[in-house]
């Protein structure tokens, strides 16, 4: 049997197998190394894309607004906080080494927006890592707790001339005499602690409660967040040195005391409200120091919403992640940061409505009520009484439209409107000038002092008609 011819477009393999396998041989070896060398190529790009991004993403090429809104700092204070914390900054044990101004970068982004952020200057960078951020922070957070860097910016005043400084601004700015500072507590969340998880619990959620005392200016001049959630402001106050100086001052005659909220007990160094004086309350001595207290009390109220403005890792819904330790610490680099902002005037980055919301109803709920049957200091009763007369005494008396504010005009109210004595216009003014229209009629005589201007100069001539 003849072998059948092959179709057009048939190759055999048959005799040419030995030159097909070697051809498939070759192939695959030339695909292999092909492999292993993009492999090769794939592994080296990651380092060039690094030292690229590195050298390409610059924080402080961004706008000034920009960057203030970032990282909540000038460019100027950024690089002399960089050149300030390089001293202190601790020693990484990593075998690629980050420059500090990298990480201090980092750690200002986590500041300001409580959260571990993969970029700089807003543009993604493969090398910023959560790991590297988390470093960075704890790193940089170390750094600003060093005791040179913390007594540079939070300083309570210890001198004479530092004291009369800080009350002669609160008398000039609210009336209140003698004062040091403003005082308030507020709370800060961190993780379930190993121990103490008893103090750390605020019936809510478990916290640090951060004391801060500011001035006028809303500088931080004292802060303490070492203690838990559970303590109360006062057992805060009573084991920190600040009662013990403002005590001694007290003693040896110099009067100088801080203003407290409700919270607080009444002590000779401590101005606290009186209570059971609202609003409603008749016009009254304790009704008139009750109004000048709760205007200098504002002061530490938006002292500690800037700081959290500011840095909102301290806000109710951040920092969970963290022991107490690190969260103390934490505290600490902010009031420093929030210091260095704050003399430098820069604006503050305002919350949310929702983020406002949030942080006030975390607050209430995590401090204890006002306990109605507390029992006040009769020393420090007497104090306040003493300051409440003074007050009442040097009080402006303003007029009483203005004390009792604007009264709403009823539609059985009459409109009596007090017109002013009749100005005598000038001479000049008086003589009546001659308009001729129309040469055949007669002229028209028009007084420059119409009637309707209440004897007022030509220029009120807008004045309503009544």
């Known amino acids: 049997m003849a072998d059948k011819p092959p179709e057009e477009g048939y190759i055999s393999?048959?005799?040419?197998?030995?030159?097909?396998?070697?051809?498939?041989?070759?192939?695959s070896s030339q695909t292999h190394k092909q492999h292993e060398t993009n492999t090769l190529e794939k592994a080296k790009t990651p380092e060039k894309k690094l030292s690229k991004a590195k050298e390409d993403v610059d924080p402080f090429d961004l706008s000034d607004p920009a960057f203030i809104e970032t990282y909540r700092l000038s460019k100027d204070l950024a690089r002399g906080l960089c050149e300030e914390l390089?001293?202190?900054?601790?020693?990484?044990?990593?075998?690629?080494?980050?420059?500090?101004?990298?990480?201090?970068?980092?750690?200002?982004?986590?500041?300001?927006?409580?959260k571990y952020q993969k970029s700089l200057a807003g543009k993604t960078d493969p090398s910023i890592t959560q790991y590297f951020v988390s470093t960075a922070v704890m790193q940089v957070t170390e750094a600003m707790n060093h005791p040179s860097i913390v007594k540079k910016?939070?300083?309570?005043?210890h001198l004479r001339n530092e004291r009369d400084i800080i009350k002669t601004s609160f008398y000039m700015k609210y009336g209140m005499p003698n004062v040091v500072g403003c005082i308030d507590c507020t709370h800060v969340p961190i993780s379930r602690p190993e121990e103490d998880h008893k103090r750390h619990f605020n019936k809510s959620f478990h916290s640090k409660k951060v004391q801060i005392i500011c001035d006028s200016d809303l500088n931080i001049i004292s802060v303490e967040g070492k203690l838990g959630g559970s303590y109360s402001h006062d057992?805060?106050?009573?084991?920190?040195?600040?009662?013990?100086?403002?005590?001694?001052?007290?003693?040896?005659?110099?009067?100088?005391?801080?203003?407290?909220?409700?919270?607080?007990?009444?002590?000779?160094?401590?101005?606290?409200?009186?209570?059971?004086?609202?609003?409603?309350?008749?016009?009254?001595?304790?009704?008139?120091?009750?109004?000048?207290?709760?205007?200098?009390?504002?002061?530490?109220?938006?002292?500690?919403?800037?700081?959290?403005?500011?840095?909102?890792?301290?806000?109710?819904?951040?920092?969970?992640?963290?022991?107490?330790?690190?969260?103390?610490?934490?505290i600490v680099a902010c009031c420093v940061l929030h210091n260095i902002a704050n003399r430098r005037g820069l604006p503050v980055?305002?919350?949310?409505?929702?983020?406002?919301?949030?942080?006030?109803?975390?607050?209430?709920?995590?401090?204890?009520?006002?306990?109605?049957?507390?029992?006040?200091?009769?020393?420090?009763?007497?104090?306040?009484?003493?300051?409440?007369?003074?007050?009442?005494?040097?009080?402006?008396?303003?007029?009483?439209?203005?004390?009792?504010?604007?009264?709403?005009?009823?539609?059985?109210?009459?409109?009596?409107?007090?017109?002013?004595?009749?100005?005598?216009?000038?001479?000049?003014?008086?003589?009546?000038?001659?308009?001729?229209?129309?040469?055949?009629?007669?002229?028209?005589?028009?007084?420059?002092?119409?009637?309707?201007?209440?004897?007022?100069?030509?220029?009120?001539?807008h004045y309503p008609q009544h």
């Open 153 to 157: 910016y939070i300083h309570f005043p």
């Open 235 to 330: 057992a805060i106050l009573n084991q920190h040195a600040v009662r013990i100086d403002l005590e001694s001052l007290n003693n040896s005659g110099e009067q100088c005391w801080l203003v407290g909220s409700a919270h607080y007990s009444q002590k000779p160094y401590l101005m606290t409200p009186i209570p059971k004086i609202t609003k409603k309350s008749p016009v009254s001595p304790e009704k008139y120091y009750t109004n000048m207290h709760s205007q200098t009390q504002q002061v530490v109220t938006d002292t500690i919403k800037h700081l959290k403005s500011r840095w909102k890792c301290l806000q109710a819904t951040c920092n969970k992640q963290f022991d107490p330790q690190t969260v103390t610490k934490l």
């Open 13 to 27: 393999v048959v005799d040419d197998e030995p030159e097909i396998f070697e051809l498939l041989k070759w192939d």
């Open 349 to 461: 980055v305002p919350m949310t409505p929702a983020e406002e919301r949030l942080e006030a109803m975390k607050q209430k709920v995590a401090n204890t009520p006002i306990s109605r049957k507390r029992v006040e200091d009769p020393i420090g009763v007497q104090a306040r009484t003493m300051l409440l007369d003074r007050l009442w005494n040097e009080r402006r008396i303003a007029p009483e439209s203005c004390t009792n504010g604007p009264k709403k005009r009823q539609k059985k109210d009459k409109v009596v409107v007090e017109t002013m004595p009749p100005v005598m216009p000038h001479p000049q003014m008086m003589q009546p000038q001659m308009q001729h229209d129309d040469p055949s009629k007669r002229p028209r005589i028009v007084m420059n002092n119409p009637t309707y201007s209440f004897g007022m100069a030509p220029g009120w001539g």
């Open 86 to 114: 390089k001293p202190v900054m601790p020693d990484s044990t990593k075998s690629i080494e980050f420059s500090v101004e990298c990480k201090v970068m980092a750690a200002l982004t986590f500041f300001a927006s409580g």
